[in-house]
């Protein structure tokens, strides 16, 4: 009986767009992780760097008047399929990205908005397939054995970013990404054209629901896989293509295009969704793939509408 005395004011809750406005000024810092594997013993992907380093690009251009600051992460090995130098102070082995992260997080203040993207292999259960710290770049150990100590997990990344005092956007471009998602809690998004009352009822009901500020947007969903043409001579993500033309991002002049209009993470995905070059639902998983968004009943704005 709660729950049907209280379906009026969650239909009521979803017609209304709750948003999620950090304070002025702030300060907006972002790591870029992109892994294309080259060089290593794993499958090579054509489109991470690419992904990696233009939304890298695209949102310090965003983010241009809060003084922005970025750790662009890459392992993208040499030209001639080598393994790449392993002393590099940014290339994304767990323990530098584990290490960068911690280190922003503990200088966040409440103001602050800390984006991480990544683009690389994704595990069954979301972990992230980070750079190998050995000049022979190992990836697996035998024919099917991830090396474990490569992996990053939703748990742990969320474990890292709990003391944060800010704001926390994850947007992440690899296979089964909906695991973070479901980590970091309600996975109910507002503009679901097709929303499941039951799920909105503890999206905004529960327990939580407030607590963090961390909001998530996943190429995919925990049981698929994420995608990319399989040829062409500029590749991204199918997710990530879609997200940087959401942004107003300009492959040709890679820069931003010039806007007045507000943007807000379910405005993204919406676009996303819309604009997506793969069909987000089908019989064959291989042949489709639906991005997932977080974040509680707030809606985080990126850009505010200037007149």
């Known amino acids: 009986m709660k729950h049907l005395l209280l379906l009026p004011i969650v239909l009521l809750l979803l017609g209304c767009e709750l948003v999620y406005q950090h304070p002025e000024p702030g300060t907006f810092t ?16 054509s ?64 103001q602050d908005l800390l984006l991480i993207t990544y683009s690389g292999h994704g595990m069954e259960d979301g972990s992230w397939v980070l750079a190998p710290d050995d000049a022979a770049g190992t990836v697996f150990l035998d024919a099917t054995t ?15 970013l709990a003391p944060s005092k800010g704001t926390t956007l994850l947007i992440i471009d690899s296979c089964y990404a909906g695991n973070f998602v479901e980590e970091s809690g309600s996975s109910v998004s507002l503009i679901d054209p097709r929303p499941i009352l039951s799920d909105a009822y503890e999206a905004y009901f529960s327990k939580g629901s ?28 199918y997710f990530t293509e879609a997200l940087l033309g959401g942004l107003g991002w300009n492959e040709e002049t890679q820069s931003l295009l010039p806007a007045r209009s507000s943007l807000s993470m379910d405005c993204l995905y919406r676009y996303i969704m819309e604009n997506q070059r793969i069909k987000l639902t089908g019989t064959y998983q291989a042949f489709y793939q639906h991005p997932t968004i977080a974040g509680g009943p707030l809606d985080l704005v990126l850009r505010q509408e200037v007149n």
């Open 30 to 45: 972002q790591v870029a992780i992109g892994l294309n594997y080259r060089g290593t013993n794993a499958s090579a992907l």
């Open 47 to 110: 489109g991470t760097i690419n992904d990696a380093r233009e939304q890298e690009a695209a949102f310090a251009s965003l983010f241009s008047e809060r003084g922005p600051s970025s750790y662009l992460m890459l392992q993208e090995g040499g030209s001639d399929g080598s393994y790449d130098d392993v002393s590099l102070p940014l290339l994304p082995t767990k323990e530098r990205v584990r290490n960068v992260i911690s280190s922003l997080v503990s200088a966040q203040q409440a």
């Open 146 to 160: 991830v090396n474990p100590s490569l992996l990053l997990s939703a748990g742990e990344l969320f474990a890292l």
């Open 210 to 237: 407030y607590v963090k500020k961390v909001f998530v947007m996943a190429a995919t969903t925990a049981d698929n896989t994420s995608k990319e043409p399989i040829g062409g001579s500029h590749i991204h993500g």
